[in-house]
């Protein structure tokens, strides 16, 4: 997801931390470790609810109501489909301390459970979370979506460290290196879907990405 207003100026920069977990591979406003782990959008529907959907371009969703977030890589790639009219859109940003419930990220999950929406296409991580966290929410399916001929679908994560503290790097890709396997479980635990990382010339860096990809161009505003 689009990072915080803020977020490197207010931690890193203020000395409130040495390390960002989680930064989009070739993050600028940080000196970003290699990236150890890959995660994507996912498409989520009910458990049995007919045939399962697992492509953009699958037929069926020209005839359903899909739940995504407005300015998204796959609100761009829906809209391209020419699948607007088909799209309920949810806010891509929210301030935590707002308490209407339909700002929260994971309205568009919840719409799916009650029929509002027949299937979304929400944050792989926070999707597969919600997944995890009650039986009721488990009947959702996800399916991963791969990266898409207009825009990307998925993405690696970094840890940050101020730019220039190549010692600080080094050491916790050394740590990276030793402890792979913990970190893989601990994401799975928590519902994070996981995909092989890419080799290093096929990354979606900065200058990667493709210039229609919208609001997810990782960038910070300062």
């Known amino acids: 997801m689009a990072a915080p207003a803020g977020l490197v100026r207010n931690t890193l920069g203020a000395g409130a931390c040495d390390v960002l977990i989680s930064v989009p591979r070739g993050y600028d406003p940080v000196l970003s470790t290699k990236p150890y782990y890959r995660s994507a959008y996912v498409l989520a529907q009910l458990s049995g609810n007919g045939p399962r959907i697992t492509s953009l371009d699958d037929p069926a969703l020209k005839r359903i109501k899909i739940g995504t977030y407005q300015g998204s890589p796959p ?71 791969a990266d898409d001929r207009i825009v990307p679908m998925t993405f690696e994560f970094s840890m940050g460290v101020r730019k220039g503290n190549q010692a600080l790097k080094g050491a916790l890709e050394q740590a990276l290196d030793r402890r792979q396997a913990d970190l893989t479980k601990i994401l799975g635990d928590y519902g994070v879907p996981l995909l092989p990382l890419k080799p290093a010339a096929e990354g979606w860096g900065p200058d990667k990405a493709p210039a229609q990809s919208g609001g997810h161009k990782h960038h910070e505003k300062q």
């Open 75 to 145: 609100y761009d790639a829906l809209a391209e489909r020419g699948l607007s009219a088909n799209l309920v859109t949810y806010p891509l940003f929210f301030d935590p301390r707002v308490p209407d419930p339909s700002r929260r990220p994971v309205k568009l999950l919840q719409d799916v459970l009650t029929g509002e929406v027949d299937v979304a296409i929400a944050w792989g991580p926070m999707a597969g979370y919600f997944v995890k966290t009650s039986a009721a929410n488990a009947k959702l399916s996800l399916s991963p979506l």
